[in-house]
């Protein structure tokens, strides 16, 4: 989670608790009451994982696809030239 969606949390608990109105907490962000009632949805349906960045997910599974690739490639390469060797 980086800062902001860190923010996000924090203001949508306080919406959630009644602190702040939804117009409030989209004035703070300069986003839309739209998106805030978004962002709460998806917190109530996926917890924290609800307000991370869907680009944030994406460059994570790419990272660990790559990384998963690297090792896998690496180890073709070890045992072919061990079984050559």
Known sequence: MNGKELAWKS??????????TEKEAAKWFGISERQIRRL???YH???EA????KSAECRATASL???YM????????????????
Not at 50 to 53: C, E, K, Y
Not at 70 to 77: D, G, P, W
């Open 11 to 20: 203001e949508i608990k306080l919406t959630l608790d009644g602190r702040i």
């Open 40 to 42: 709460i949805h998806r």
């Open 45 to 47: 349906a996926k917890g």
């Open 50 to 53: 609800g307000i991370v960045s």
């Open 65 to 67: 696809q790559q990384s």
């Open 70 to 85: 690297r090792n896998t490639s690496l180890f073709y390469v070890k045992t072919d030239s061990e079984a050559l060797g």
